[in-house]
C-alpha cells in the first residue's frame, strides 16, 4: 500500500523565483491538504483539494496556489518567492466526503525548500 | 491569543520517567483533537486521537477537558525511542479538515 509521496525531496531557489512542488495521496485516499512547516515551528495549513477544486485555505498569500489532478494528485506553486519561503512543504492525503470529514490526514515526507 | 499553545520545552526525562504534555486551545467550538509525533527532519505521523472519555493506547494515554479547552498526553515508563517533537492539532466543528497545529513539544528521554 503506497503511502504519501512527494517530489522533489529537497529543492533550492533564489528569490524571484517560482516553483512546483508535487504529492500523490496514499492509494484510496481523495483529499489532499498543503502545510507549511518552518524551523522550530508547527505545520501552518496553506490549503486543500478535493474534487479538483480548493476547499478551503489558510492565511497565505495569493503567491501560493495549488491544484488537484483527476487522479488526486496535486501540485503546489509558490510565485516570485521570498527568503521568508524557506520551510518544510508537506502534503497530507486523507479521504474526505462531502460534509462528512474524515479525521485522519497521513503525511508524506516533505520538500523542503530554501530560497537564496 | 493562539489557537493552539503547547509549551515547546525541551522536556529532558530519564528512561522510565512518566511524562506528561499539555496543550490548550482557544476555540471553543472545536471538535477533534490529535496527537502527531514528529521525529527530527521528518514528517508528523499520527500518535492517537483524543476522545471526550479519554483513551489509552499502550503506555500512552490522552485526556480532554472541554471546560478548561485543554488536552494532555502521558507517556508512562519513558523509552529513548520517545524522543521526538510531540504535535498538538485542533480541528474545529463544521470544517473540512482545517487543522491547527501547535509549535510542538520536544521530549529528550535521556539514558
Known amino acids: 500500500d503506497a503511502g504519501v509521496t512527494q517530489s522533489p525531496t529537497h529543492l533550492i531557489k533564489t528569490r524571484g523565483q517560482q516553483v512546483t512542488l508535487r504529492c500523490s495521496p496514499k492509494?484510496?485516499?481523495?483529499?489532499v491538504s498543503w502545510y507549511q512547516q518552518a524551523l522550530g515551528q508547527g505545520p501552518q495549513f496553506i490549503f486543500q483539494?478535493?474534487?479538483?477544486?480548493?476547499?478551503q485555505r489558510g492565511n497565505f498569500p495569493d503567491r501560493f496556489s495549488g491544484h488537484q489532478f483527476p487522479n488526486y494528485s496535486s501540485e503546489l506553486n509558490v510565485n516570485a518567492l521570498l527568503l521568508g519561503d524557506s520551510a518544510l512543504y508537506l502534503c497530507?492525503?486523507?479521504?474526505?466526503?462531502?460534509?462528512?470529514?474524515?479525521?485522519?490526514?497521513?503525511f508524506g515526507p516533505g520538500t523542503r525548500l530554501l530560497v537564496l | 491569543r493562539k489557537e493552539v499553545e503547547q509549551d515547546p520545552g525541551p522536556f529532558n526525562v530519564p528512561e522510565g520517567a512518566t511524562v506528561a504534555f499539555n496543550c490548550t486551545y482557544s476555540?471553543?467550538?472545536?471538535?477533534?483533537f490529535f496527537w502527531y509525533r514528529q521525529d527530527c527532519r521528518k514528517e508528523p505521523k499520527l500518535l492517537m486521537s483524543v476522545y471526550s472519555s479519554g483513551n489509552e493506547d499502550g503506555r500512552f494515554t490522552a485526556q480532554l477537558n472541554r471546560a478548561s479547552q485543554y488536552i494532555s498526553l502521558l507517556i508512562r515508563d519513558s523509552k529513548l525511542s520517545d524522543s521526538a517533537t510531540y504535535l498538538c492539532v485542533v480541528r474545529p466543528s463544521g470544517g473540512y479538515q482545517k487543522v491547527t497545529f501547535g509549535i510542538g513539544t520536544k521530549l529528550q528521554v535521556i539514558p
Open positions: 483539494y478535493y474534487e479538483e477544486e480548493e476547499r
Open positions: 476555540n471553543s467550538a472545536s471538535q477533534s
Open positions: 492509494s484510496g485516499h481523495d483529499t
Open positions: 497530507a492525503s486523507s479521504l474526505g466526503g462531502k460534509g462528512l470529514p474524515r479525521e485522519t490526514q497521513y
